[in-house]
């Protein structure tokens, strides 16, 4: 029977996990989009790859939500709705504007990934459809749930406006990839990494739990690898690649 202790137990757990295989996920290029890589095993359209690994996060948050949360809390209510607007773009409206006809990806990514937003979009649905003390806007909560919905949707933005340069690329390049340079390309390579660490930072803030710390660690620990991979790919493929650029945090990293 899950309890508030077991399941706080598994999601200190998971954080853990994701700490663990962050040295992993540094050394270990994920082989799909530039990367891809036909020695992975069976492979899968880019865009159902896309669309099966993004949709449990939907599906599964959305359950529990509806089974249990209550809907005049004006957290749950916030919480799902954030939560709602960026699953249902990644998982639906992403794989059908991304001009990857053609490309594949390997089934074992397909299945990690599944597996990754099924547990992250479970834990998270599940604190929020238990949510049952009211939410009061006085002292600290006021400025948790400002800051919280102001990151989501200042990263929302950065993560969508780049994700817009980037497909528009493709789809005018040959082999589709050129050197963005627009936005915040002129300081990071993945700009729109960057954007979606910044709305799950707001999610955190806002949420304020424990399933939420550990949706946003294991965003970094997928995210800050891909992008140092991504910043070591234009830098081999491009010899013209500006090269005070970095990976994903200005003058940082």
């Known amino acids: 029977m899950l309890t508030e202790s077991n399941f706080s137990i598994f999601v200190i757990s998971w954080i853990v996990f994701a700490l663990f295989l962050l040295p992993f996920t540094l050394k270990i290029t994920a082989p799909y989009g530039r990367h891809s890589k036909r020695n992975w095993g069976l492979l899968i359209s880019n865009r159902l790859g896309w669309f099966f690994m993004e949709l449990p996060a939907l599906v599964m948050f959305l359950f529990f939500v509806i089974k249990d949360g209550d809907f005049t809390n004006t957290l749950v209510l916030t ?6 607007s960026h699953y249902l773009h990644r998982a639906i409206i992403f794989p059908l ?18 597996f990754f937003n099924m547990v992250n979009g479970s834990i998270n649905g599940f604190w929020i459809g238990t949510v049952d003390t009211p939410f009061i806007f006085e002292g600290l909560n006021i400025v948790r749930f400002i800051t919280g919905v102001s990151l989501f949707i200042g990263g929302y933005i950065i993560n969508q406006y780049h994700d817009r340069i980037l497909i528009g690329l493709r789809k005018n390049s040959r082999n589709g990839y050129q050197i963005p340079y627009r936005g915040l390309f002129k300081y990071v390579s993945c700009p729109n990494f960057l954007g979606e660490i910044i709305e799950w930072a707001g999610f955190a803030i806002l949420c304020w739990s424990v399933p939420a710390l550990a949706f946003f660690v294991w965003t970094i620990v997928n995210l800050v690898p891909r992008a140092i991979d991504h910043h070591k790919w234009y830098l081999k493929t491009f010899k ?14």
């Open 97 to 114: 504007r991304i001009h990857t006809k053609g490309k594949k990806m390997p089934v074992l990514i397909v299945v990690f990934a599944f």
């Open 240 to 253: 013209e690649y500006p090269n005070n650029r970095n990976a994903l945090f200005p003058g940082l990293l």
């Open 79 to 84: 919480a799902t709705f954030l939560w709602m």
